[in-house]
């Protein structure tokens, strides 16, 4: 079964920004509701934020709120994640996942599909 494709990680210094996106036609397809996930070295996979196909947000992680913004092109099949104000402890991969049916389920369901990740460093 094919992955998300992710895009947009890299390394950033402290304080900066970054977007990543995630895109599959499949979106279109299956009105998937589509989360955002990073696991950092040594720790938990945790969920950040998902959004619905008709775009309301669900926040996995509340203190994350403040600095990420999920948001989605239906037109393009793709969902973005802005990350603002990094630091280091957001040094993460960051994954991608889709579910069928148009709204974000709980943190912990069985995604249909996941992305391969993408490394977002932060440091200086």
């Known amino acids: 079964q094919l992955q998300l494709a992710e895009s947009g990680g890299g390394w950033v210094q402290p304080g900066g920004s970054m977007r990543l996106s995630c895109t599959d036609s499949?979106?279109?397809?299956?009105?998937?509701?589509v989360a955002w996930f990073r696991q950092a070295p040594g720790k938990e996979r945790k969920g950040i934020q998902c959004?619905?196909?008709?775009?309301?947000?669900?926040y996995y992680t509340e203190h994350m709120r403040e600095r990420f913004t999920i948001s989605r092109q239906n037109s393009e099949n793709t969902v973005w994640l802005l990350l603002r104000n990094l630091k280091p402890e957001d040094t993460a991969v960051y994954y991608c996942?889709?579910?069928?049916?148009?709204?974000?389920?709980?943190?912990?369901?069985?995604?249909?599909?996941w992305g391969q990740g993408t490394q977002v460093t932060v440091s200086s």
């Open positions: 499949r979106f279109t397809r299956d009105k998937s509701a």
């Open positions: 959004i619905a196909w008709g775009h309301n947000a669900r």
């Open positions: 996942a889709a579910v069928a049916g148009g709204v974000c389920p709980t943190e912990d369901v069985e995604w249909d599909i």
